[in-house]
């Protein structure tokens, strides 16, 4: 397995992973939260091992000549993120009274669980950038060179996963105060809103 295909993915896939984005801001803030992180963070790996390993057997392939498969997951994830952009702005609104030990709602792992399944699969891009770019980028590479593409790109998930999940405990200090928590939920509605207008507004390819 060439040395190259392997640096080559990792950068690949750290490219496309790492950035603002629902998911990795669901990650975030139930980091922040000490809530299941090991349940979310290893939801989110399994996921990539999956989706990339799609990719690079060429399945991707199929996903491009079924163009309906894609605007389902665009307006059912454009629903999804809606739905969650008003829930953050709703608490951004009515705050959370900061993060300690007592305070914060507790959500059951069974609904952290579906919640990540939501983020992770009702997103039509996981699938532009896994299945295709990545599969598609893959095919430039021959033999055991092709899935060593695919494990550097599946490596970036694993460093930047739990870098962010067990990570953002740098910041705990910081989101002891009621009003970093505000401006955090206010954030992510933001972010999430504008994610579920694009899906509505720009057609994908």
């Known amino acids: ?37 090991g349940l979310i963070v290893t939801t989110c790996i399994l996921a990539d091992i999956l989706l990339i390993s799609c990719g690079v057997a060429g399945i991707g392939f199929v996903v491009q000549q079924w163009p309906v498969v894609l605007d389902i997951f665009r307006f059912g994830g454009a629903a999804f993120l809606g739905v969650n952009a008003l829930l953050s702005a709703s608490s951004a609104w009515k705050g959370s009274g900061g993060l300690s030990p007592a305070s914060g709602l507790t959500v059951s792992r069974h609904q952290v669980l579906l919640t990540c399944l939501g983020y992770t699969f009702l997103n039509p891009h996981v699938y532009l950038d896994t299945m295709i770019m990545i599969g598609s980028l893959s095919a430039g590479y021959n033999g055991f060179a092709r899935w060593g593409f695919g494990l550097g790109a599946i490596l970036a998930s694993f460093v930047w996963f739990i870098s962010l999940g067990y990570g953002s405990k740098v910041l705990l200090p910081l989101f002891r105060s009621p009003q970093a928590w505000r401006v955090l939920d206010a954030l992510v509605a933001i972010i999430l809103m504008t994610l579920s207008m694009m899906l509505l507004l720009t057609p994908l390819s």
Do not use: D, E, K, W
């Open 1 to 37: 397995m060439p040395f190259t295909s392997l640096i080559a993915g990792f950068g690949t896939g750290a490219g496309l992973i790492i950035s603002i984005g629902s998911q990795n801001a669901f990650v975030l803030r139930q980091g922040l939260q000490c809530q299941h992180v």
